[in-house]
Each structure stands twice: as C-alpha cells, then as structure tokens.
C-alpha cells in the first residue's frame, strides 16, 4: 500500500508519540507500504518552527531528512498536476496545507495516515 503522511502523523511518528494510533504506526512500519512525506508538509512543518508554534529536537532542515531517510520515508514533490487538482476540490476542507495532501493523494493513488476527520468527506482513502 502508498501511503501518505498528514504532518501531525510524520511529527506523531518521529516522537513516538501515543498519538499516533497503533494502527497507523503499524502501517508506516510494515515493510510491504511505500511511506511518503509530501513537500507541503515540510514547509508546513519549517513554517511552523519559524513561528514558534512547534518545537522540534533540532532545527527543520536537519531533522526532516535525517528522520525521513532512517525511516525509510520518502519524498512526494509538489507538482503543478497536484496544485491544479487541489483547486478543483469542494471546500469540505479549508485548510491549504491539508488540500494539497488531498490532491496529492488523490493524484498519486495514495492512502491518507491522519487522524483528521475533515478528510472523510473527500473520495481519498483515510488510515488511522
């Protein structure tokens, strides 16, 4: 299965949280999925530590691709084809970070790891 990380699911996992449901921890650990970080939720995690509003053990540009390469998740570029798609979604969803995952999942054929409710109204599959 490809599955894609919404940014709390990435931070949850890095953390090892109790946030993370089991579930999800299971899937991003089984060997037989392809796990994916999207850029939006990079920029939204680097945003996010600019302002102050998450702390992280060390500074985005660092962990984020040491983190991704030690757990074998990779990178899910931003494409135009993505941009285009997430503007022709219906506004069940407000937030533009989380509009962009949509269209990328739905773009790529992706699973959607997040514990969001918001994206159940979407034709996207939603893991948690």
Not at 31 to 49: D, F, M, Q
Not at 52 to 60: A, K
Request: hydrophobic share 45%; glycine share 4%; charged share 20%.
């Amino acid at each position: 299965m490809k599955l894609l990380l919404d940014t709390c699911a990435f931070l949850w996992f890095l953390a090892d949280s109790p946030q993370l449901s089991p579930t999800a921890r299971a899937h991003i650990l089984d060997p037989g999925n392809e796990v994916y970080l999207s850029a939006v939720s990079v920029w939204e995690i680097a945003r996010k530590y600019a302002q102050g509003r998450i702390s992280l053990p060390s500074h985005p540009s660092t962990l984020i691709p040491a983190a991704r390469r030690d757990s074998g998740i990779a990178s899910l570029s931003l494409t135009e084809t993505d941009a285009l798609a997430a503007e022709k979604l219906q506004l069940f969803h407000k937030d533009p970070f989380d509009r962009m995952l949509i269209a990328q999942a739905l773009m790529n054929g992706l699973a959607i790891v997040t514990p969001d409710s918001a994206f159940e109204p979407y034709p996207v599959r939603v893991l948690w």
